[in-house]
């Protein structure tokens, strides 16, 4: 089974400052998807950004970025220019074929952007 | 395209009554997912459908829980004889292009 890991509980930015979000997960798989939702407090899922793992070029959405290490099995989250709405909940989360695309969540990394 | 929608998005119960929720997934999509989400946690897969058909159920989805999509439509969660344990947010999500699921604003259940 895969397993999604985010070691970060809570981070802290000050506004306009730059910030990572660390994510490692555990696959056998070659071909799978990688992802990165944002939660806002009493708000819904939505998605940040996505990732095939077949494509070696980092995925890139306007502030935010990743950082794709396929050998590490590495997939961390970049987030420039941070602003007061980017403060959510961050969930990492895996998807293969395999498991009916069906997403594989880590324990979500809680980010506070501070004026 | 409006959105994956959710009903009702809370839910008061006392234990051991029944409850049900209803999805209704982006139109076009033909999966539509099935999760639950503790406080501080990640959400956690129950079931999926590709149409009508259930395809997949987790271990967590014990014999108090059945999932329903008729026609292809909508979906519907029925969680029978509820426990304090069964208090969670439900989402729901549709897979649309890209392999990208797309999801609902959730039913959070609350069993006194």
């Known amino acids: ?115 | 395209d409006t959105g994956v929608s959710q009903d009702p998005r809370h839910k008061i119960t006392k234990r051991g009554q029944n409850v049900t929720f209803r999805c209704d997934p982006i139109s076009e999509h033909n999966r539509l997912y099935w999760y639950r989400q503790t406080l501080g946690q990640g959400p956690e897969f129950l079931t999926y459908f590709q149409n009508e058909a259930q395809l997949e159920k987790s271990r967590l989805l014990s014999d108090r829980f059945s999932a329903e999509r008729p026609k292809g439509s909508f979906s519907t969660l029925e969680i029978q004889r509820t426990e304090q344990g069964d208090s969670a947010m439900y989402l729901c999500a549709s897979l649309g292009s890209g392999e990208t699921q797309y999801f609902g604003p959730g039913t959070r259940l609350l069993v006194l």
């Open chain 1, 1 to 115: 089974a895969q397993t999604v890991t985010q070691s970060q509980p809570e981070m802290s930015v000050q506004e306009a400052e730059t910030v990572t979000l660390s994510c490692t997960y555990d696959t056998s798989e070659s071909n799978y998807y990688l992802f990165w939702y944002k939660q806002p407090p009493s708000r819904q899922m939505i998605l940040v950004i996505r990732q095939e793992a077949y494509k070696q070029q980092n995925a890139t959405e306007n502030r935010f970025s990743v950082n794709f290490q396929k050998a590490a099995k590495s997939f961390s989250l970049k987030i420039s220019d941070s602003q007061l709405g980017d403060t959510a909940m961050y969930f990492c989360a895996f998807m293969n074929s395999n498991s009916g695309y069906a997403l594989n969540f880590g324990k979500g990394t809680s980010l506070l952007v501070t004026p």
